[in-house]
């Protein structure tokens, strides 16, 4: 984290406890979003899209000029969008088989 190949935002309770995080990985212009996560009871109250948008703006900050992510279901596309986030491809995920 110190050599910035990898930068974290939280966001906490007044006391200090965490309730969502997620991280950016910059590579020269590229960034991705990765690992935006809310305790479930602390949803709904719009943690994820703040962490994502401090994600964002960091990368921007940065030098960054392209950030992405993926979205886990159409649900979580649709608050990404919000955020200015526009959908350009597939993600395709190979798993081992049973004879792996």
Do not use: K, N
Request: one cysteine or more; glycine letters at 12%; charged letters at 20%.
């Amino acid at each position: 984290m110190r050599a910035g190949l990898t930068v974290v935002a939280v966001s906490t309770t007044a006391d200090g406890v965490a309730l969502c995080s997620g991280r950016h990985q910059p590579v020269g212009e590229v960034s991705e979003i990765v690992g935006v996560g809310t305790l479930p009871s602390a949803r709904r109250r719009g943690l994820a899209s703040a962490v994502t948008a401090a994600l964002a703006a960091d990368a921007h900050s940065r030098g960054v000029t392209t950030v992405f992510l993926s979205a886990g279901d159409a649900d979580v596309a649709r608050i990404y969008e919000r955020l200015g986030f526009r959908s350009v491809g597939t993600a395709l995920i190979a798993e081992a088989g049973p004879d792996s």
